[in-house]
Nanobody
């Protein structure tokens, strides 16, 4: 059974940092892309980063480029999202997803986690 479990969210002040984790199981991790998405109150789900576990290629939305870093530990079947210089606008539920195509749109994914809350205070 495919499972994706996010962790690492929390409450931080503006300018702070968190390290989010996505632990994956139940599929061939090395053949998939893992993406991070977020949903802020009143907004649509936004793709913010993606990594290919085949070649390590990474992608970022402009809104987080330079502040967030995605990485993958294939031995642990875990993808991380280091989120730095957080802003109140980053407040959202953060989700990871897995799919054979990946990308920053939802169509490239088949499996989704349930999310972890990130709250940034001003």
């Amino acid at each position: 059974e495919v499972q994706l479990v996010e962790s690492g969210g929390g409450l931080v002040q503006a300018g702070g940092s968190l390290r989010l984790s996505c632990a994956a199981s139940g599929f061939t991790f090395d053949d998939y892309a893992i993406g991070w998405f977020r949903r802020a109150p009143g907004k649509a789900r936004e793709g913010i980063s993606c990594i290919s576990n085949r070649d390590g290629s990474t992608y970022y939305a402009d809104s987080v480029k330079g502040r967030f870093t995605i990485s993958s530990d294939n031995a642990k079947n875990t993808v991380y999202l280091q989120v730095n210089s957080l802003k109140p606008e980053d407040t959202a539920v953060y989700y990871c997803a897995a799919g054979p195509r990946g990308g920053l749109g939802t169509t490239g994914y088949e499996y989704w986690g349930q999310g972890t809350q990130v709250t940034v205070s001003s």
